[in-house]
């Protein structure tokens, strides 16, 4: 098979950190950066042992081209704020408000151009020798998305100084609590600047195959860490095992449970009728982390649609996701292989919200040949930080994670850990190849015995709550549509669509 030469493991020497893990866990969850959820980390105190971390600071602010009640022009200098502190301008200034657990909403700008002009304050960026970022278009972008994009959803504009509010450990408690508990990686950043479905790609397949937005290339043909493993396989390792598994819904004409596993529908190389028993459920996820039978690599899809929507991705409400994130780290932590167990909890882009550290440039392009993509992008440099959490017994409490060289973690930093863990023969593209793993964070001698608590903050889904229908729903439907060749969506119904069109391709098809 390609990409494996041997149907035989090497047997891992015991000072490699990851002989100690046999089963590996992503969940990756949508559009919040590092600063939105996790910036507040050690707001009040040092990391412990020495460590630095790159959290905000109460100096971090960005621009917003304003006009003043006489017309004049300025420049408006839009502090970070926590969510729910009290407001420096408007009818509410100086008024402790409540936080609101869906801000931003609307959702900001999160394309390639979005992207550009939130780093370096311009649409069009150099292409073989791009500039230092700034970060000093967060504010100006997301005001341009509302006035000139959210219509097209209906929406009314919305405040774009949204952008620049963050949630605080209190407010996010269960990813803060195991980001101190176990690591936190403060420079860990997208595969690429821009949208969901090529940062997903990415953590998959190592490449996009040249696509930087969702359109018009939502589907990728590349061959998958999957894929890498099955080959393993079907050469006689028996060792290995690999799931994805992904949320449900009931459909509403035949009361029947449907699945949707997004990573299926746009990994052409998974529509093979061969792989439908590696695709599960949350709930089959949940027993087989209880049972004991975790396979090798686990990926844990959100929910990414009403109801029980929990992927966090705005304007959704976060307690949902925090809750999610609490009972996958819960299945884990009680289950008879915690001790073999690695878990990342990661997001696949930052969603348009502000982060202060610039991306680096200096990202490998998964070509050998360095063919650019759409736009002519080089993939010659990072997307933003995302939040990313890695948990295990073997991790020390307090750990900041960064990789020793000069190249930092991005997603397929998951594809080199699999591969290194695994020993899977070979690099799927050029971009794993130059990846760190992270087995750098598996320093303890001995699995620590505690159990770290989380407590989510308490949620209740209103029954009567309309839908929430964002970008990746509207797109996913469209994918849908093309796969099935079914009619168009009506949008009242497109969860309900998406949930059938997946059925028809993959739990309904003749042998």
């Known amino acids: 098979m390609a990409g494996q030469k041997s149907g035989k493991s090497k047997k891992k020497s015991a000072d490699d950190p990851l002989s100690k893990i046999k089963h590996i866990v992503v969940v990756m969850l949508e559009n919040r950066s590092f600063d939105n959820l996790l910036g507040w980390l050690y707001e009040n105190e040092a990391p412990p042992r020495g460590q630095e971390f790159e959290g905000l600071r109460r100096d971090l602010w960005n621009p917003l081209d304003n006009i003043d009640a006489n017309g004049i022009p300025f420049v408006e200098k839009v502090s970070i704020r926590k969510n729910g502190e009290p407001l420096p301008y408007g009818r509410n200034k100086g008024k402790t408000l409540k936080p609101d657990f869906t801000l931003p909403d609307p959702d900001p700008g999160e394309g390639y151009h979005s992207t550009n002009h939130q780093l370096f304050g311009t649409y069009e960026v150099a292409l073989d ?65 821009s949208q969901t479905l090529p940062n997903r790609h990415f953590v998959n397949a190592a490449t996009s195959e040249g696509a930087v937005n969702n359109k018009p290339n939502g589907i990728c043909g ?144 998964p070509c050998k040949d360095k063919t650019p993509g759409q736009f002519g992008f080089q993939f010659n440099r990072f997307g933003v930080r995302v939040p ?28 080199a850990t699999i591969r290194e863990c695994f020993d899977l023969d070979g690099p799927l593209t050029e971009r794993d190849a130059n990846a760190p793993d992270v087995g750098c964070v598996l320093t303890l001698k001995k699995p620590r015995k505690d159990k770290p608590e989380v407590k989510p903050l308490p949620y209740r889904e209103k029954k009567d709550d309309d839908p929430l229908v964002y970008d990746l729903h509207l797109l996913v439907g469209d994918i849908m549509a093309e796969h099935t060749g079914d009619k168009p969506i009506d949008e009242d119904d497109l969860f309900q669509f998406i949930h059938r069109a997946y059925a028809k391709m993959f739990d309904e098809r003749k042998a």
């Open 129 to 193: 020798y791009p500039p230092e970022p700034t970060n000093m278009g967060f504010v100006n972008d997301y005001r341009d998305a509302n006035l000139y994009n959210t219509y097209s959803f209906g929406e009314p504009p919305t405040d774009p100084r949204e952008v620049m509010i963050t949630y605080t450990p209190e407010q996010a408690p269960v990813l803060n609590t195991l980001a101190r508990q176990f690591a936190v990686c403060d420079h860990w950043y997208a595969s690429i600047p």
């Open 222 to 365: 590349a061959r998958t860490i999957y894929n890498h493993i099955q080959d393993a396989i079907d050469c006689g390792r028996d060792d290995l095992s690999w799931a994805v598994y992904c949320g449900t819904s009931r459909d509403w004409k035949t009361k029947k449970e449907m699945k949707f596993s997004l990573t299926r529908s746009v990994m052409s190389q998974l529509h093979d009728k061969q792989f439908d028993p590696n695709f599960q459920t949350q709930a089959q996820f949940f027993k087989a982390a209880k049972d004991g039978k975790l396979p090798s690599y686990s990926f844990v899809e959100p929910q990414i649609h009403s109801p029980g929507g929990n992927d966090q991705h705005p304007p959704q409400d976060i307690r949902p996701g925090e809750q999610f994130i609490a009972d996958v780290y819960n299945a884990l932590v009680n289950s008879p292989q915690w001790n073999e167990t690695l878990l990342i909890i990661t997001y696949d882009e930052h969603g348009g919200l502000y982060d202060h550290v610039a991306p680096p440039n200096g990202a490998v392009n």
């Open 388 to 415: 990313t959490v890695l948990i295990s017994p073997w991790i020390e409490e307090g750990t900041v994670a960064r990789p020793a060289g000069k190249t930092p973690f991005d997603h397929t930093s998951v594809l």
